[in-house]
């Protein structure tokens, strides 16, 4: 999952980074509202944490434009300020949770998956394609009882597909979900080709693997109708 923190705290905001990075998800961080305004206008996030008192901007103004470009990401409001009014009128805007100031890092954990499985219809943070499923919460991969030794990258980019099975990604959109916005100095957009290749090839040791489609010309797809 891509998140941005949107956090004026540098020291919480580094505390969240560095506890989300190690729970697998790839973090990028806005210190200011107008930093955060222009990554949300460019980028595909699946979360933003989101802190109403900013030093430049008013967090539920952020969360009113970023609804207004079409961004899809689930907000979760972060913030020392109680105040029923404005709870209900970010949830109005379309937050999808809020958790006052201070907050355990494992409860924003437990909230964003809640949001996960709510989303994706997802039963006990697992993911199933013909005999193959991804237990997110691990984040391992088995074959009836078999564990496949994906690398972390191929890992990604398979849940990442089956989150969003039916729908073709292309290769920027799944680039994007593995390197964030600044890509790795090696990056290289044959690198998703390569990963797909050997994803293919370690699964197909076990099984069926034609669900797994490239679509010419756009990117690939997981076609649960070919599971």
Not at 18 to 39: I, R, V, W
Not at 217 to 225: P, Q
Request: glycine share 6%.
């Amino acid at each position: 999952m891509h998140v941005l923190i949107v956090e004026d705290e540098i020291n919480l905001a580094k505390e969240l980074q560095h506890f989300l990075t190690k729970a697998n998800y790839n973090c990028d961080l806005s210190l200011t509202g107008k930093d955060a305004s222009e990554k949300i206008a460019v980028n595909l996030y699946d979360f933003v944490l989101l802190d109403l008192t900013l030093p430049d901007y008013e967090g539920l103004d952020l969360l009113a434009e970023a609804r207004q470009v079409g961004q899809e990401a689930a907000f979760i409001i972060l913030t020392a300020r109680g105040e029923l009014d404005d709870r209900l009128k970010g949830l109005e805007l379309g937050a999808d949770d809020y958790l006052p100031k201070p907050f355990s890092l494992l409860e924003l954990q437990a909230r964003m998956q809640a949001i996960i499985r709510r989303k994706f219809g997802l039963k006990k943070n697992k993911l199933t394609i013909g005999n193959f499923e991804v237990d997110t919460t691990n984040y391992t991969i088995k074959h009836n009882q078999d564990t496949i030794n994906l690398t972390k990258k191929e890992l990604d980019i398979l849940t990442y597909l089956l989150l969003h099975k039916n729908r073709v990604l292309t290769r920027l959109q799944l680039s994007e979900h593995i390197w964030g916005n600044i890509l790795e100095d090696d990056y290289d957009s044959n690198y998703i080709d390569v990963h797909i290749k050997n994803i293919r090839k370690k699964l197909g040791a076990y099984g069926e693997t034609s669900w797994l489609e490239t679509v010419r010309g756009m990117g690939y797809r997981i076609n649960v109708a070919n599971s």
